[in-house]
């Protein structure tokens, strides 16, 4: 009978088998070597064929002649009758000399089963094989990665498929020119940051810029309107530093102590001169609402170094003030349309209409947009119900904001000149097109694109133009501007100037919006007292 032999462990040192509590002179099996003599099993061999170390060996027949395998070991003799004559013929090996037991017969014999698979020549193959293939591929990834070629966190995608593969490989060609041969190491971080530059600047569009970390928290603080900081203004000083050119009422600058005149020396103990640049010293002495920041000034009135340890408070840019002109005739700023435009606008608004003005002037001139919301928010109190703006994208897909039914039931006019951009001209073109005001000044500056903002991992960030916008009644205005209903040039003094700095007794521009406000206002109290007295007559005839 057969007995299959499975062994419990393999020792892949030796590619020996053996059984638990079984030793190598033992006679187990070793199939991983690969070697048929050494497996227990010749060519053409196979284990029921009696050969030493097979998965299994015919036991000899008791009292028989053993098998070349080997012979049973002896035991003592049991008691037994004595037998008068033994059989003639060679020696049993059980057999000794005095009476011989009577061993039980044995079951019969029964057919031997087939042998089991064996698995052992897949395994001579397998680990060479998987071996082979292991060193391949590490060969391939060092040739790769020592030609700057691979590497499995750094590699870049292209999405959309309309690049040639020829680009990429001359983008790839280029990167490892300079990284593997230039004659000094590069800064291969400052090569990707310039690289990501370049993909925003290759569209040619003015309005698709690629922010650096510094750059994107300052836009971020532009756009809201507000920053934490300690309350002061700084331009260049002649000594190179930045001084103090102004200081915030009830900021921590002041109640430390700060004046204007004063130079920037260091911030939390580290030189100006070791910061570097003057935008890093403004992003350094900002931060977080309530930290701490130790700043150094120079008082060279005194010629005396000052430090004061600050704590941040909320800085408010003032993009939009009001104030009622004579006449009864309100007048708003805005500056630049930031994420908060649209409550600061009401807030102003408000507070001139409890004031009792008869009309209003919206003053849009060098105000270059922002807020694609903020703009549409205020545009919202100022017309009918209809459409405000639509977009247009690459695929013909558009977006409409509207307004509500309510409006600004009171004379307009908006002032606007060649610095008015993209969402000063979204809410000029709706106020056009639904002729609830007048435009006063000059053709606006012509931009008719809309750029989305995105802040990428690690801070810094992507403004792209996405899509085309579109005046109510379907003008896109980019390249051509919007021209005003009354057109008025600034006098030759004035021209170029900021309307800022203009005088409000030389502003032309001005001058023309209040003339034609209280001419709407006259006309409207003249219609409402003709209306009245028609009224009055119905009733006095009734």
């Excluded at 082979?132 to 499995?152: D, H, I, K, N, Q």
């Amino acid at each position: 009978m057969l007995i299959p032999y499975l062994p419990d462990k393999i020792d892949i040192r030796g590619g020996r088998g053996y059984a638990e509590g079984e030793s190598p002179a033992d006679g187990g099996l070793d199939g991983m070597t690969g070697d048929p003599q050494a497996s227990g099993d010749a060519e053409g061999e196979s284990p029921a064929d009696g050969a030493p170390g097979g998965e299994g060996a015919e036991m000899p027949a008791s009292g028989g002649e053993s098998s070349e395998s080997g012979s049973l070991p002896q035991q003592e003799p049991l008691p037994s009758p004595p037998q008068e004559q033994l059989p003639q013929g060679p020696l049993n090996l059980l057999e000794s000399q005095g009476p011989q037991p009577l061993l039980p017969p044995l079951p019969p014999a029964q057919p031997d089963p087939p042998p089991p698979p064996q698995p052992f020549a897949l395994r001579r193959l397998a680990a060479p094989m998987a071996l082979t293939a292991l060193l391949t591929a590490l060969a391939v990834v060092a040739l790769l990665r020592f030609f700057g070629a691979l590497s499995f966190s750094d590699a870049v995608f292209f999405a959309g498929g309309a690049h040639s593969p020829a680009s990429v490989s001359k983008l790839q060609e280029v990167w490892d020119y300079i990284s593997l041969d230039y004659y000094e190491q590069p800064d291969e971080d400052r090569m990707l940051e310039s690289a990501a530059a370049a993909v925003a600047a290759s569209v040619g569009d003015p309005y698709t810029v690629y922010y650096t970390k510094e750059e994107m928290q300052s836009f971020n603080e532009r756009s809201a309107g507000a920053f934490y900081g300690i309350g002061v203004s700084v331009a260049p000083a002649p000594s190179g530093r930045l001084a103090v050119v102004e200081v915030a009422d009830g900021s921590p600058a002041q109640e430390a102590g700060v004046l204007p005149g004063d130079e920037i020396v260091s911030v939390d103990g580290r030189g100006v001169e070791e910061i570097g640049d003057e935008q890093t010293v403004v992003a350094l002495i900002k931060g977080e609402k309530g930290a701490h920041v130790r700043v150094g000034f120079y008082r060279p009135a005194d010629d005396a170094v000052l430090e004061f340890d600050m704590s941040r408070y909320e800085v408010r840019t003032q993009n939009i003030a009001s104030k009622i002109l004579d006449g009864g005739i309100g007048y708003i700023r805005i500056a630049m349309f930031d994420n908060s435009a649209g409550q600061y606008f009401g807030e102003n608004l408000s507070g001139l209409l409890e004031g009792g003005i008869g009309g209003l002037i919206i003053d849009l001139r060098d105000n270059p947009g922002g807020s694609y919301d903020g703009t549409v928010e205020i545009t919202d109190r100022l017309i009918g119900e209809g459409v405000i703006v639509y977009t247009e994208d690459r695929n013909g897909e558009r977006e409409y904001r509207r307004s509500g039914a309510g409006s600004l039931d009171m004379p307009l006019a908006l002032l606007i000149n060649s610095n008015s951009a993209s969402a000063s001209e979204i809410m000029a073109g709706a106020v056009k097109a639904h002729g609830a005001g007048a435009l006063v000044g000059q053709r606006t500056f012509g931009k008719g694109l809309v750029q989305s903002v995105v802040t990428l991992e690690d801070g810094s960030g992507l403004k792209y133009t996405r899509s085309r916008y579109f005046t109510p009644d379907g003008v896109c205005i980019q390249g051509e501007g919007i021209e005003p209903d009354i057109a008025v040039p600034l006098p030759d003094d004035y021209a170029g100037m900021a309307a800022d700095d203009i005088p409000e007794g030389g502003d032309a521009q001005l001058r023309a919006a209040i003339d034609e406000v209280a001419m709407k206002m006259k006309m409207k109290a003249e219609a409402s007292a003709s209306a009245n007295a028609n009224a009055s007559a119905s009733a006095n005839a009734s």
